[in-house]
């Protein structure tokens, strides 16, 4: 079992940047897929980015480029440091993670319901 609280959602004006973080409970956390996700109001819950054990790291089109995923296995953490943000970036954000499986594409991990555990999220709002 995996509990994730994400921190660091805020109010923001375009152009500027926000870093999010996650913090997950358990065990063998290095063993996680982690991702990020993102839901606007009134839209499906989107892939945004993530990173494997091994530290391979995809990332949705529309962020490529501003966002980076990085995660820290010894603390348990994975971040989504967010550069350049845009008011379409709105949305609330979630933490996800989910058991690697070895010989699945990477590609295969940014459908949301491969996916295990999830937090609460954290809302980011970018004005502009």
């Known amino acids: 079992q995996v509990q994730l609280v994400e921190s660091g959602g805020g109010l923001v004006q375009a152009g500027d940047s926000l870093t999010l973080s996650c913090a997950a409970s358990?065990?063998?956390?290095?063993?996680?897929?982690m991702g990020w996700f993102r839901q606007a109001p009134g839209k499906e819950r989107e892939f945004v980015a993530i990173?494997?054990?091994?530290?391979?790291?995809y990332y949705a089109n529309s962020v490529k480029g501003r966002f980076t995923i990085s995660r820290d296995n010894a603390e348990n953490t994975v971040a989504l440091q967010m550069t350049s943000l845009k008011p379409e970036d709105t949305a609330v954000y979630y933490c996800?993670?989910?058991?690697?499986?070895?010989?699945?594409?990477?590609?295969?991990?940014?459908?949301?319901?491969?996916?295990?555990?999830w937090g609460q999220g954290t809302q980011v709002t970018v004005s502009s």
């Open positions: 990173m494997s054990r091994s530290n391979s790291t």
């Open positions: 996800a993670a989910t058991l690697e499986t070895s010989g699945f594409l990477i590609v295969t991990y940014t459908r949301s319901r491969v996916y295990d555990y």
């Open positions: 358990g065990r063998s956390f290095s063993r996680y897929m």
